[in-house]
């Protein structure tokens, strides 16, 4: 398998994409191939600054870079030699199997898309996270491909996680519910109820209903649904929340007594360890024609080395087949009498 | 001063909602009167066995009660002896100066917009939360009442927040940001960028931009805007998050060590209660023409008595008064010139 990654994309890259594709090497089989994409004189420093030899790897030059800040379609216009362009030109001509990239998101959806175009069947691609939980990995989509969903990309989203955790997180069944802001069926704007509709009509998912925000943490649903602003208002704020609580923590604790603040801190790490979403390794972008996995801004090797092994197990899973699959049968069409008009 | 209590609203009332009505008593006033509304038995037993006596309250009966999960708008039809509905009523009568409930929000809502009006100007009223946060209290406007905003909602939201944070909160000249995902002026969705440009347009709001879910605990804006649906989302997720976090600290503790956990629990208890949002008893319902304060489902009589006396100081504080100055000098007005089509 030929994996993508972009060298350049994060806030830690190159150095920290270099060192996890150096992790990753390892864990690879001996006819898969990672491609670095990015700088080649920075790759090529990179990689000899940790001892590694260059013939490890494939090298393909990309001399732009685009900002994390930058608009994702105007850095795309104007910069057509940057890492998430070449790469997004490389999966569309089969020159790659897989494309990882920590880089500007909203570039990454739109060259994805532009290039490797979505699924047959798939209306929009949308980004979906693991979030893990007390009641275990909670697979929620969209959290930033889409900002101006309609019903049909819900259902999509929802027919396209719900592959992904049970083949990928071996859920059985996942339960599949979508974000609401009260658990009755007349709760939620227009959005929400057109979409319950759809979900409803579709007696072959395991759809549970409503989900409030209180209750993603407490392994009442498997699969959330959710637009894209709000699956990535939910994503940041849980990040910036916890980090909250665990700075709270630490004050209190060295206000209250630097003794107990030591024995506490192996609990807290541990604790930090479990609930870190980074060690899914990447968010799949599910519903493009190809395997594509978007990591976080702050991505450090770990997360990288973990996306790559991610990346295999997608691409050797065939979720995508599964999802034509799904589709090709499932009544709920972009143009079909399952609601009124739900494009 | 005259405050109406909806004794049959929430999780645990009348029991806790009459005792939040017995603590507040000590705390008011010789001229304020506390009028209880709900199954008139149950308030007379309610105040009996906590020997109280009746003549201390002002009791009216509203013998039929609205549920939790009932359809906001078919229960109010429905239910016209229904405590939300008699409050509401009593208010359009000019018969109490506040209202209070810990009942259905959306009933709650749906009956003071009814019968209260909106204030001069107002086109939507929306509900405002205080979240403590490491970097002081953050109001956030809206977390439920409307989930089809429109820009010029937001920018009303934005307005009467900031009026309720200088004044109650006495935050000087309070940082405005909306809710986003992303910093950057193109990030966001259609009525992000929109309201964007209706509060950049009015020059003595000290808008500061975007702001994303990870940087709301971070004390960067003292008011948030965002339409109910998000708003809803954001407050209850961080209810479940704490939870979820607090939960797992235990479990963490008690598998470690009994005597550490031992240890721990003061502190942990001593951070539930710093950053507890049920201290500021009861959220307010900005720009409706009254003074109307709507409490958690799961509220116990010290959020119902906090929520008594922050209706005081609404009231005393002249908000409303205020936000109405405010909107009768801006040029942002409903249909007016500051964008296409606000409305």
């Known amino acids: 398998m030929r994996i993508a990654l972009d060298v350049m994309?994060?806030?830690?890259?190159?150095?920290?994409?270099?060192k996890g594709a150096i992790e990753a090497k390892p864990l690879l089989e001996t006819d898969d191939r990672l491609i670095l994409i990015g700088n080649q004189g920075m790759i090529e420093s990179g990689l000899q600054g940790n001892n590694c030899p260059l013939q490890d790897?494939?090298?393909?030059?990309?001399?732009?870079?685009?900002?994390?800040?930058?608009?994702?379609?105007?850095?795309?216009?104007?910069?057509?030699?940057?890492?998430?362009?070449?790469?997004?030109?490389?999966?569309?001509h089969q020159e790659t199997d897989a494309v990882i990239s920590?880089?500007?998101?909203?570039?990454c959806v739109a060259a994805f898309q532009l290039r490797m175009?979505?699924?047959?069947?798939?209306?929009?691609?949308?980004?979906?996270?693991?979030?893990?939980?007390?009641?275990?990995?909670v697979t929620m989509c969209d959290v930033g491909a889409n900002v101006a969903c309609k019903p049909i990309n819900l259902y999509q989203y929802a027919v396209m996680a719900s592959v992904y955790s049970e083949r990928v997180l071996g859920v059985k069944n996942p339960r599949i519910a979508v974000m609401s802001i009260g658990e009755e069926d007349t709760k939620g704007n227009?959005?929400?109820?057109?979409?319950?509709?759809?979900?409803?009509s579709d007696s072959k998912l395991n759809f549970i209903g409503n989900l409030e925000g209180r209750d993603i943490f407490d392994g009442v649903a498997d699969v959330v649904v959710c637009e894209g602003f709000?699956?990535?208002?939910?994503?940041?704020?849980?990040?910036?929340?916890?980090?909250?609580?665990?700075?709270?923590?630490?004050?209190?604790?060295?206000?209250?007594?630097?003794?107990?603040?030591?024995?506490?801190?192996?609990?807290?790490?541990?604790?930090?360890?479990k609930y870190d979403y980074h060690e899914y390794g990447g968010a799949p972008l599910l519903g493009i024609n190809g395997t594509a996995l978007i990591c976080?801004?702050?991505?450090?090797?770990?997360?990288?080395?973990?996306?790559?092994?991610?990346?295999?197990?997608?691409?050797?899973?065939?979720?995508?087949?599964?999802?034509?699959?799904?589709?090709?049968?499932?009544?709920?069409?972009?143009?079909?009498?399952?609601?009124?008009?739900p494009l």
């Open 190 to 200: 227009e959005l929400v109820k057109k979409t319950r509709q759809l979900l409803k």
């Open 57 to 92: 790897f494939d090298i393909v030059d990309a001399p732009e870079n685009i900002g994390m800040d930058e608009s994702p379609v105007d850095a795309l216009r104007k910069k057509r030699k940057s890492s998430i362009a070449v790469m997004a030109k490389m999966a569309s």
């Open 9 to 18: 994309g994060g806030d830690y890259a190159p150095d920290e994409i270099i």
């Open 102 to 107: 920590a880089g500007n998101t909203g570039a």
């Open 296 to 341: 976080h801004g702050t991505s450090k090797s770990r997360t990288i080395r973990n996306a790559i092994m991610a990346s295999k197990k997608f691409h050797s899973m065939r979720i995508n087949e599964q999802i034509m699959e799904y589709l090709s049968t499932t009544t709920v069409k972009p143009n079909g009498d399952a609601t009124e008009n």
């Open 230 to 273: 709000v699956g990535n208002v939910i994503l940041k704020l849980t990040e910036g929340l916890v980090n909250m609580i665990f700075k709270a923590i630490k004050q209190e604790l060295l206000a209250s007594s630097m003794k107990l603040a030591l024995e506490f801190k192996p609990i807290l790490t541990e604790i930090y360890k």
């Open 117 to 137: 175009r979505t699924l047959e069947g798939v209306v929009r691609p949308g980004i979906a996270v693991v979030l893990p939980t007390l009641g275990g990995p």
